[in-house]
C-alpha cells in the first residue's frame, strides 16, 4: 500500500480558497482509484469527491459541486482537491483514501477504500 500524506489545510475565511494535497509514497498513484473525504466534529466521515485512476471521470457529492474541484497528477503522484467559496459548514478534517484500480467499487461508499491518510484540518470562520 502507498503511504498517503495530506497537506493544505488552514484557517480561512468565509469565501476562501484552498487546495489541498495527497501526497503518496512507497508505490505508484496511478495504480489507484482515489478519494477525498471529510469529517467535522460529531459527525460521520462523509464523501466529498472521487476519481478513477486515470483521472477521466470523476464524482463530487451534490452539495460540493461548483466549488469543489478534484484532480491528480499521477507523475508527482499527488491527487488535489481545489475549494473554493468556502463556508463555516465545509469546517472539518479531510482524509484522502485509496483503493487499488482492479476493484469496482462505490465511490461514495468510505468502507470500500482500504487506505487512509492522517488527515488535514480545514477551518472556516465566518
Known amino acids: 500500500q502507498v503511504q498517503l500524506v495530506e497537506s493544505g489545510g488552514g484557517l480561512v475565511q468565509a469565501g476562501a480558497s484552498l487546495r489541498l494535497s495527497c501526497a503518496a509514497s512507497g508505490g505508484t498513484l496511478s495504480s489507484y482509484n482515489m478519494g477525498w473525504f471529510r469529517q467535522a466534529p460529531g459527525k460521520e466521515r462523509e464523501f466529498v469527491a472521487a476519481i478513477t485512476w486515470t483521472g477521466s471521470h470523476t464524482e463530487t457529492a451534490d452539495n460540493m459541486k461548483g466549488r469543489f474541484t478534484i484532480s491528480r497528477d499521477n507523475a508527482k503522484n499527488t491527487l488535489y482537491l481545489q475549494m473554493n467559496s468556502l463556508r463555516p459548514e465545509d469546517t472539518a478534517v479531510y482524509y484522502c483514501?485509496?483503493?487499488?484500480?482492479?476493484?469496482?467499487?462505490?465511490?461514495?461508499?468510505?468502507?470500500?477504500?482500504?487506505?487512509w491518510g492522517q488527515g488535514t484540518q480545514v477551518t472556516v470562520s465566518s
Open positions: 483514501a485509496s483503493r487499488d484500480r482492479l476493484y469496482r467499487i462505490n465511490y461514495h461508499d468510505k468502507s470500500q477504500y482500504d487506505n
